[in-house]
């Protein structure tokens, strides 16, 4: 099994169009049994666009599915603004 920590510290390497403030990952398994990461992106409220959003999940399922698969099945990309609950 991955460790957050790791997937964490790859995904703070990853440049985009505006700073991500914060990354949280978790892993386990999804609802069909599915080994899977469950990754916040945390940005500034004035940067949530859907723009945005659609470049940062893109890029980071791209990333990790190429260098994690088949360890992992699947990627769930969430987006909070700072400040914001990120759900467990």
């Not at 920590?5 to 978790?26: C, D, T």
Request: with cysteine; proline share 2%.
């Amino acid at each position: 099994m991955l460790k957050e920590s790791e997937v964490e510290e790859e995904l703070r390497g990853m440049r985009f169009s505006v700073p991500v403030a914060e990354w949280r990952v978790r892993a386990g398994e999804d609802h069909r049994g599915v080994s899977a990461l469950w990754v916040w992106a945390i940005l500034e409220e004035k940067d949530l666009s859907s723009d945005v959003c659609h470049e940062i999940r893109e890029a980071v399922w791209e990333r990790l599915i190429a260098a994690h698969e088949p360890e992992i099945g699947w990627v769930y990309v969430r987006f909070r603004a700072v400040g914001e609950e990120v759900g467990t």
